[in-house]
């Protein structure tokens, strides 16, 4: 069945990566376009005993398999920073916007306030 979706078009992330059902061995199974790397990671980037390993482990293995990486709850510059640096171009967080319903995120664009976005 996902192969079908690909073939349509659609592209599958697998959320919260690292935490909870994820699974290593399901990884080359499914046609996947994104893992996304969960929050609980990125919150810990900057303290004493951080997750970094674990995050730059996460986009390398994404890398080697060809896979697109988001990061989740990016609140702060830093953290933005700190993945740019790692080689993760996509977030979402609070750092650029609270949660808006699609007509307002549309607006958002449109007007072009974008500027926290990370670069594509």
Aim: hydrophobic fraction near 45%; charged fraction near 15%; include cysteine.
């Amino acid at each position: 069945m996902f192969d079908q979706l690909q073939a349509l078009g659609v592209q599958l992330s697998i959320d919260d990566f690292g935490t909870g059902e994820s699974s290593l061995s399901r990884l080359h199974q499914l046609p996947l376009s994104t893992i996304k790397v969960d929050r609980a990671f990125v919150q810990q980037l900057n303290q004493p005993r951080s997750s970094v390993a674990i995050v730059q482990t996460i986009l390398m293995l994404a890398r080697s398999l060809g896979v697109n990486t988001l990061s989740e709850g990016i609140e702060t510059a830093q953290e933005r920073d700190t993945l740019l640096s790692f080689g993760c171009l996509l977030g979402q967080g609070y750092f650029y916007s609270a949660p808006v319903e699609a007509a307002i995120a549309a607006k958002m664009i449109k007007a072009g306030n974008l500027s926290n976005l990370m670069p594509f």
